[in-house]
């Protein structure tokens, strides 16, 4: 089967992430577009970087919608169509001409449609979602590149990822605030893990990675060096268990709070983890919250102590996981003055103790850096196999 990805803001990553879970087929094929081949079911749920997924049909948009099946049998209701054309050129009042063609032609056959108004020549993430497209039965977005039509299966859940972030009772604006989004992105960026893996954040804070392991049908386990943090992720872990339960896949027996999720407080440079880990998702330690960027002096003190850390962390786990262990790192790197972003620059130490640093779909590791506009501390995603 032949999809469509509408790739996120950080287009790279994004691309890296699709490519750790659909292999070398994912070919990016315009700056925000990427396509690939895959038997497997794609649930847009559980990926950060991309905004819409579309799945290839081989009739034409007309046909597709009067053959369209739902649970219930041949779908017979009043459609809701919207048309975003992400060819090369594409136009606005294009896209929504072809959407009114398709009208046309339905109400030809008998058939009531009711066309989304585009303000661009795709429809926005927040137009697509909110009319439930893709989603509600009759509700069909149509991607259009070049000839080819793909047919919406899933657009990012806006409203849930923010729940996620500011319903959980335990958040701590100090240690940063990591978004879903890029958890689920390092988490994606381990490469397709069996149902029930267990995931690993050395340095798990609030435990926003956890959750979106757990939301993946993963196991977690988590360790911090604060017993307040641990605490944290205690109650958000518990409060995300009581939430959605009923929907993790747990391979091993029913999903309890025991069984899906391990804490403990622990120094990553030092820690024994007394249970197998299967991959390895975290955000490091990013030194101290900055809101203007910092002197020489400073930048200097920082650098020091977030690699000595990090290389102590991965130094530390090295001789306690499996060859071919998979470790998705974000870490810190600071706005200069210059508007570039200074990195750690620990590709080589990281090599010579012992692992692969991955280069997915041949982007170069400048590509993978996350940062709002202005962000002085960004992250930069490596991706590592314990060789
Ligand atoms: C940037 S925060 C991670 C935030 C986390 N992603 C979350 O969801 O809240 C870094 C975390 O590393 C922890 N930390 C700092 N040094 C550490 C060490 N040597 N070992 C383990 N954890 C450490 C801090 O307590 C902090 O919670």
Redesign the pocket.
């Known amino acids: 089967m032949k999809y469509l990805a509408v790739l996120g803001r950080l287009s790279d990553i994004s691309l890296a992430e699709l490519t750790a879970q659909f292999g070398e087929s994912v070919k990016k094929i315009a700056p925000n577009l990427a396509v690939f081949e895959s038997n497997k079911t794609i649930n847009i749920n559980r990926f950060g970087g991309t905004l819409k997924f579309g799945k290839l049909i081989s009739e034409n948009p007309v046909d597709y919608l009067l053959n369209l099946n739902t649970s219930d049998g041949a779908f017979s209701g009043k459609f809701v169509i919207g048309v975003s054309d992400y060819s090369k050129g594409a136009r606005k009042f294009k896209s929504q001409g072809e959407a009114l063609k398709i009208k046309k032609i339905l109400a030809r056959q008998g058939r009531s449609a009711r066309v989304l108004q585009n303000n661009d020549a795709a429809l926005s993430t927040a137009t697509s979602h909110h009319n439930q497209m893709g989603e509600k039965d009759g509700h069909v977005e149509f991607l259009k590149v070049g000839k080819e039509w793909y047919v919406l299966i899933g657009v990012q859940n806006i409203t849930a990822y923010k729940n996620r972030d500011q319903a959980r009772p335990a958040r701590?604006a100090k240690?940063?605030?990591?978004p879903p989004k890029l958890?689920q992105i390092l988490i994606n960026l381990c490469g397709p893990l069996p149902e029930g893996s267990r995931i690993l954040?050395?340095?798990?804070?609030?435990?926003?990675?956890?959750?979106e392991a757990l939301l993946d049908g993963y196991t977690a386990y988590g360790?911090?060096?604060?017993d307040?943090?641990i605490e944290?992720?205690e109650k958000n872990l518990e409060w995300l268990t009581e939430k959605e339960n009923s929907s993790f896949a747990v391979a091993q027996g029913p999903a309890t709070a025991k069984n899906l999720f391990l804490l403990s407080v622990?120094?990553?440079?030092n820690?024994s983890w007394d249970k197998k880990i299967d991959a390895v998702a975290?955000?490091?330690?990013?030194g101290a919250p900055m809101s203007q960027p910092p002197v020489e002096i400073k930048l200097k003190e920082q650098k020091q102590e977030c690699k000595s850390?990090i290389l102590?962390?991965l130094k530390n786990i090295s001789g306690q996981i499996d060859s071919r262990t998979p470790l998705a790192l974000?870490v810190p790197a600071w706005l200069r003055p210059n508007g570039h972003y200074e990195r750690l620059n620990i590709l080589d130490e990281i090599k010579d103790m012992g692992y692969n640093v991955l280069k997915l779909n041949h982007l170069s590791q400048e590509d993978m850096l996350y940062f709002r506009e202005g962000q002085i501390v960004a992250r930069e995603i490596i991706v590592l196999r314990k060789r």
Do not use: N
């Open positions: 701590d240690v940063g605030m990591l958890a954040d050395p340095f798990c804070g609030t435990g926003v990675v956890l959750q360790t911090d060096l604060s307040r943090m944290y992720s622990g120094d990553a440079t820690f975290c955000e490091t330690y990013l850390i102590g962390f974000a």
